[in-house]
């Protein structure tokens, strides 16, 4: 639709008088682990790129790895631009699409409760109120299953796209 929003930010006769705010940018984005290990971020492939209307963003890159050191085995995280905002029920839950390039998705890699094969799919999800975003797969309706952190090592690729 265009006209919606013209190149000074005013309003048209379709949105009325509401104001939409828009923003463009970009965030260094951390890979983390919930097990208490370290992921360190090739910084070629640390910075993705969103854009945001009102209270809808639209985010995505490519992340790379330099080294990794697992504590104790955890969930594999990467870093949002923006919490999610929280909600009452599940109306804030969202998901996107991820790449794996190198990532071990092997079926010891999926846990806790690790389906009996690798996953038929996987997305990124992340849940109202945080900040971070987990790997999440499921295979013949069982549970969803998060990618562990032991599933990454330096030099693998993940591309993420979400909304």
């Keep these: ?18 104001e939409l705010d828009y923003e463009e940018g970009t965030w260094e984005v951390a890979l ?3 097990g208490g290990g370290t992921i360190s971020v090739n910084a070629s492939y640390n910075t993705c790129t969103y854009i945001r209307v009102g209270n809808l963003v639209s985010c995505g890159g490519m992340i790379a790895t330099d080294g990794v050191t697992v504590g104790s085995t955890g969930t594999l995280q990467f870093s ?36 009996s094969a690798i996953p038929a799919w996987a997305i990124v999800r ?7 975003c987990q790997f999440t797969g499921t ?14 090592a330096s030099g693998d690729r993940i591309g993420i796209g979400l909304q």
């Design 80 to 115: 949002l631009p923006f919490a999610v905002a929280s909600g009452s029920e599940w109306e804030r839950y969202f998901a996107g699409s991820c790449y794996f390039r190198l990532v071990s998705l092997a079926t010891d890699k999926w846990g806790p409760i690790a389906p």
């Design 139 to 152: 295979k013949d309706d069982v549970a969803y299953v998060d990618l562990q952190d032991d599933a990454i």
């Design 126 to 132: 992340s849940s109202p109120g945080s900040g971070v």
């Design 32 to 34: 983390t682990t919930s």
């Design 1 to 18: 639709m265009s006209g919606i929003i013209n190149s000074a930010g005013s309003r048209s006769g379709v949105i009325g008088t509401t």
